[in-house]
């Protein structure tokens, strides 16, 4: 599975600035006016992990294949776009398609980017993205609910329940508030599947901050923290400027960059963490002399599903897993010197994937 991140916020916030260093590349129109961003930019980076590098050294694999998270650089959003103010109904519907939603809240003054409300207000703007995202779900659950009570005359129990979930959710969002803060059974969750909500996706607020504010935040910071904390949210203090300057320097520059500014790793790298721990994502490796391969899988995978992402015949066959920690491996040196100190370990089906462990399937095709 690959990790698909959105990136939405209001016009000038620096969303594309981002976008650009984070796949390293000037291939997101970074301008000073709205809507600079016509179609959604989409890149695809490898996700930093030490371990593998680790591996690599250890191994001494052909290739090393790192997992990977897709990016998509959504236009501006404006007050209105659910109603299709600045080509906002096209952007909202490209945020469907992704898993979690990073919102770049404008967190730093410069007279020489224009706001496209005319001051620096990131509550403000953060209402206004999240207004128009619940207008847009309000919209897709009135017309299924309108079809469902057509098909309630039936007196279907599934469609009975389904009207009941809908009204729920309905009311909710009425209030202000975003579906991924109503609290309801895991059940009922199947009976909106095929609306794909936008706002019950995780969200993770990146606010982009000047050069001096990079390490502790500002005063406009703590406003988001404040209601980030209120809603279960996470909150990464970037400054995409800095970014865009880190990318540019060679590896050994930008460890001295980094410690020059108090920071111990790049807003990267950071924010590519904090998306995994948002959507609750482990790393296990495969780790041969041909690949060396990270491979992501969901908190709490058991070992046959976890080797269904690599091949569904994997999961079908699946006889046992053999297992090596990697702590043990990167200690040890090799998967002959754990199995001689009896660190690898044979799991059957029910064993829980750790974040780290390195897997052998046994499976039969």
């Known amino acids: 599975m690959s990790l698909k991140c959105g990136i939405v916020g209001l ?22 006016f709205p809507f600079c961003t016509i179609e959604p930019n989409v890149g695809v980076i ?16 052909q290739k090393v294949i790192p ?24 952007f909202l519907g490209n945020i469907r398609g992704v898993d979690a939603i990073v919102h770049v809240v404008r967190c730093f003054e ?54 009941e979930v809908l009204e729920k959710f309905k009311g909710h969002i009425e209030q202000g508030l975003s579906a991924r803060s109503l609290e309801v059974d895991e059940d009922d969750l199947k009976h909106i599947e095929d609306l794909n909500l936008l706002t019950i996706k995780p969200v993770l607020y990146a606010c982009n901050v000047s050069e001096s504010d990079a390490k502790e935040g500002n005063a406009y910071v703590e406003q988001i923290r404040k209601i980030a904390a209120e809603e279960g949210a996470q909150v990464l203090v ?13 590896a050994e520059e930008q460890e001295m960059f980094l410690e020059d500014l108090g920071l111990t790793e790049s807003g990267m790298d950071r924010l590519i963490a904090a998306s995994y721990k948002l959507l ?80 052998h399937f046994r499976f039969n095709v």
């Not at 490898?46 to 694999?61: S, Y």
């Not at 970037?238 to 990318?247: C, L, Q, R, T, Y």
């Not at 070992?303 to 079908?316: L, W, Y």
Request: glycine share 8%; aromatic share 4%.
């Open 280 to 359: 609750a994502l482990d790393t296990y490796f495969t780790a041969g002399v041909k690949e060396v391969r990270a491979w992501t899988i969901q908190k709490g995978t058991k070992a046959p599903q976890a080797a269904g992402v690599i091949h569904s015949d994997f999961e079908k066959g699946f006889i046992r897993a053999e297992v090596i920690a990697y702590d043990d491996f990167a200690e040890l040196g090799s998967e002959a010197a754990c199995r001689d100190k009896g660190k690898l370990r044979v799991e059957g089906k029910e064993y829980v994937v750790k974040d780290g462990d390195i897997l």
């Open 110 to 163: 410069d007279d020489n980017v224009v706001h496209v409300d005319g001051s620096v207000n990131p509550v403000r703007d953060k209402e206004v993205i999240d207004t128009e995202l619940q207008l847009k779900d309000l919209e897709s659950i009135e017309k299924k609910l309108e079809k469902s009570r057509k098909a309630a005359k039936s007196n279907d129990k599934e469609v009975l329940k389904t009207i």
């Open 67 to 90: 997992t990977t998270v897709e990016l998509v650089d959504i236009a501006g959003l404006v007050k209105g776009a659910s109603k299709g103010e600045g080509l906002g109904n096209q």
């Open 11 to 32: 016009p000038n916030v620096g969303k594309s600035t981002l976008f650009n260093t984070l796949t390293k590349a000037i291939n997101a129109q970074a301008a000073n």
């Open 238 to 250: 970037i400054s995409a400027k800095i970014e865009s300057e880190i990318v540019q320097l060679d």
């Open 46 to 61: 490898t996700v930093p992990d030490a371990r593998l590098r680790k591996l690599e050294e250890l191994v001494k694999p």
